[in-house]
């Protein structure tokens, strides 16, 4: 896209690297349990397929769909327009974001979640920018704590770009 600059943050191997870990981590902590793992769409759709494939027990795969984004800014307002496809009553439950950014889309979808009565949740992001947050905001298991910038790439978008980007960048104005 015209007039903006990506400078590269986190590189391929950085990512491949750290979501090793963290299905490792998960493993860890569910292993003999029938998991399931439920993605945010559209951001964490790449990482949530790394990352599944770095856990070594039984799983299963949902989505939700979330909005509350226009360009760069938060409209302070999470709306579902995807939901669960299955009960996830009494399972073992692993929420997947790309980000947390204000936070208010995780506490969201920890407390809809934590509706549905699962016998355990685990939230895990890729990245969490410390000084964007709006309220408190747990998440278990965090890949990389970033700046305070918008960021692109391995699944993230701005304006619906630049998802396919292999690694994570920050974007910039030139102008
Ligand atoms: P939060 O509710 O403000 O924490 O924002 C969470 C959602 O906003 C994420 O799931 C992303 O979709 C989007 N988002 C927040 N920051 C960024 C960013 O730097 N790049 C791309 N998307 C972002």
């Known amino acids: 896209m015209e007039n903006l600059r990506l400078s590269p943050l986190i590189s391929e191997d950085e990512i491949r690297n750290r979501v090793v870990k963290l299905g490792a981590t998960i493993t860890d902590k569910f292993k003999g349990k029938d998991v399931v793992v439920v993605g945010v769409l559209k951001g964490s759709f790449m990482f949530f397929a790394d990352l599944i494939r770095a856990i070594d027990t039984d799983l299963s795969c949902d989505f939700v769909g979330v909005s509350s984004y226009s360009g760069t800014q ?17 399972r073992h439950v692993v929420l997947v974001e790309d980000i947390v950014d204000t936070g208010l889309t995780m506490n969201y979808l920890r407390r809809h979640l934590e509706n549905h ?33 918008f960021v692109v790439g391995y699944g993230l978008d701005y304006q619906g770009y630049f998802r396919n980007l292999p690694y994570i960048a920050q974007v910039s104005n030139i102008n």
């Open 74 to 90: 938060s409209s302070g307002e999470v709306k579902i327009n995807l939901d669960l496809s299955r009960s996830i009553k009494g």
């Open 117 to 149: 009565k699962p016998q355990a949740l685990l939230t895990a992001s890729l990245l969490l920018k410390p000084d964007a947050l709006k309220e408190k905001c747990e998440v278990d298991l965090v890949g990389f704590k970033i700046p305070n910038d």
